[in-house]
């Protein structure tokens, strides 16, 4: 599974394998955060890891969050419509 990502104008494509596991840094590249962020994610259950000390985590886990992250970034924003001076 190809993920493209682009950084400072420049794209490269990042083939994914489901079956091998990934440091939480190669992660936190891959899904666009940090480190740290992985870290918490682990800590409160949104990412499953394979291990910790070091944190692992497998391929198909980072394939399912970059999918749900995606799937959040295309829902629209529901609430009131921002207007100018409205009271």
Same mark, same amino acid.
């Given at each position: @599974?190809?993920?493209?990502?682009?950084?400072? &104008?420049?794209?490269? #494509?990042?083939?994914?394998? =489901?079956?091998? &596991?990934?440091?939480?840094?190669?992660?936190? @590249?891959?899904?666009?955060?940090?480190?740290?962020?992985?870290? &918490?994610?682990?800590?409160? =259950?949104?990412?499953?890891?394979? #291990?910790?000390?070091?944190?692992?985590?497998? =391929?198909?886990?980072?394939? /399912?969050?970059?999918?749900?992250?995606? &799937?959040?970034?295309? #829902?629209? #924003?529901?609430? /009131?419509?921002?207007?100018?001076?409205?009271?």
């Amino acid at each position: @599974f190809p993920v493209t990502i682009t950084l400072l &104008n420049m794209t490269a #494509k990042i083939t994914i394998k =489901g079956v091998k &596991n990934y440091s939480a840094t190669e992660a936190a @590249f891959v899904i666009g955060c940090t480190a740290q962020t992985v870290h &918490n994610w682990v800590r409160s =259950g949104k990412i499953e890891a394979v #291990k910790r000390c070091p944190t692992l985590i497998s =391929g198909r886990e980072i394939l /399912r969050i970059i999918s749900e992250l995606s &799937n959040e970034a295309e #829902k629209p #924003k529901v609430g /009131r419509p921002l207007t100018r001076n409205s009271i």
